[in-house]
């Protein structure tokens, strides 16, 4: 299948930043898709306002894949949910591709823990259901639905019911019905978690393969997890929430990875060895 977007131009050029002829014009991997500047979240509690998240700056730019790195509780949900505009911040912007989000964000789609899935609803409805609601017409619908059911691994499970599916299958609809819009942004909340290590494993996998070979709807993704493994093997880079004083999210931590990868493979297992 073939989806419009990719990922990174077939042949990216390596010039170091501060050494090319044009840094101060953007180049098309630097444009910048989601940005936070001084969020700030806090639930209403018994006790009074819990603050969540203050003063997140976050970036994040096409063609990067971004963890979300953080324990149980310290916000990483949250902040997701400010970026994709599912809830306003106390204080402070969230801007998609420059413009302040008033509602739902039109360049993201969201992949969760538990599926999510509609138990009533086959897995080719499920994956439609983001189409539908963007008025997509029927016919679009389906040719839409059935390239990204192919694209994610599930061919001719488009008829099955989810309760007729493994755990590792029904996160693929999850990643299916997110990665059929299209979207910009692709965001997942801890979208293994809840899977066995193998399957898990597996399906970490197969997405990187997919995300290097351009094949990917989407430019960026932002992916929150708690294990610490998964964010360095996946992503470019990792924002850490951090939680001192507990409970009190201050600040985050950003760590730039070279993913092993994207290294000489040859140069790599020399430095290994
Ligand atoms: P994480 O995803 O990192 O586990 P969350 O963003 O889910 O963290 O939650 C951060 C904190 O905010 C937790 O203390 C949680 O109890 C609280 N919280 C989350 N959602 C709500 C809500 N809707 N109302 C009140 N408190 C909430
Ligand atoms: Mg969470």
């Given at each position: 299948?073939r989806?419009?977007f990719r990922?990174?131009p077939?042949?990216?050029?390596p010039?170091?930043r501060?050494?090319?002829?044009?840094?101060?014009?953007?180049?098309p991997?630097?444009?910048?898709?989601?940005e936070?500047?001084?969020?700030?979240?806090?639930?209403?509690?018994?006790?009074?306002?819990?603050?969540v998240?203050?003063?997140i700056?976050l970036?994040?730019?096409?063609?990067?894949?971004?963890?979300?790195?953080?324990r149980?509780?310290s916000?990483?949900s949250?902040?997701?949910?400010?970026l994709?505009?599912?809830?306003?911040?106390s204080s402070?912007t969230v801007r998609?591709?420059g413009t302040?989000?008033?509602?739902?964000n039109?360049?993201t789609?969201?992949?969760?823990q538990?599926?999510?899935?509609l138990?009533w609803?086959t897995?080719?409805?499920?994956?439609e259901?983001g189409l539908?609601?963007?008025?997509?017409?029927p016919r679009?619908r389906?040719?839409?639905?059935?390239?990204?059911i192919?694209l994610?691994?599930?061919?001719?499970f488009?008829?099955?019911y989810?309760?007729?599916?493994?755990g590792?299958?029904?996160?693929?609809?999850?990643?299916?019905?997110a990665?059929?819009v299209?979207?910009d942004v692709?965001m997942?909340?801890?979208p293994?978690?809840?899977?066995?290590?193998?399957?898990?494993?597996n399906l970490?996998g197969e997405?990187?393969e997919l995300?290097?070979?351009g094949?990917?709807?989407?430019?960026a993704?932002?992916?929150?997890?708690?294990n610490i493994?998964?964010?360095?093997l996946?992503?470019?880079?990792v924002?850490?929430?951090g939680?001192?004083p507990?409970?009190?999210i201050r600040?985050?931590?950003?760590?730039?990875?070279?993913r092993?990868r994207?290294?000489?493979?040859?140069?790599?297992?020399e430095r290994?060895d």
């Open positions: 299948m989806f419009p990922r990174r077939a042949e990216p050029t010039v170091p501060g050494d090319h002829p044009h840094d101060d014009a953007p180049r991997d630097d444009e910048v898709l989601l936070t500047v001084g969020l700030t979240k806090a639930y209403a509690g018994a006790a009074g306002e819990l603050p998240l203050s003063g700056d970036t994040v730019r096409a063609g990067e894949i971004v963890a979300v790195l953080g149980s509780g916000g990483k949250t902040l997701l949910r400010c994709a505009g599912l809830i306003p911040p402070g998609y591709r302040p989000l008033t509602g739902a039109p360049g789609a969201l992949v969760f538990t599926f999510a899935l138990p609803l897995v080719r409805q499920n994956v259901l539908e609601a963007r008025g997509v017409p679009k389906a040719r839409a639905a059935a390239q990204a192919d994610i691994g599930l061919t001719g488009g008829s099955a989810p309760k007729e599916l493994s590792g299958m029904r996160q693929r609809v999850g990643f299916a019905r990665l059929v299209e979207p692709l997942m909340d801890e293994f978690s809840a899977l066995d290590v193998l399957t898990a494993e970490r997405l990187m995300w290097d070979s094949q990917f709807p989407t430019r993704v932002v992916l929150v997890t708690h493994e998964e964010a360095v996946m992503a470019d880079r924002v850490v929430l939680a001192r507990y409970g009190t600040e985050t931590v950003e760590v730039d990875l070279e092993p994207d290294r000489d493979s040859a140069a790599f297992d290994v």
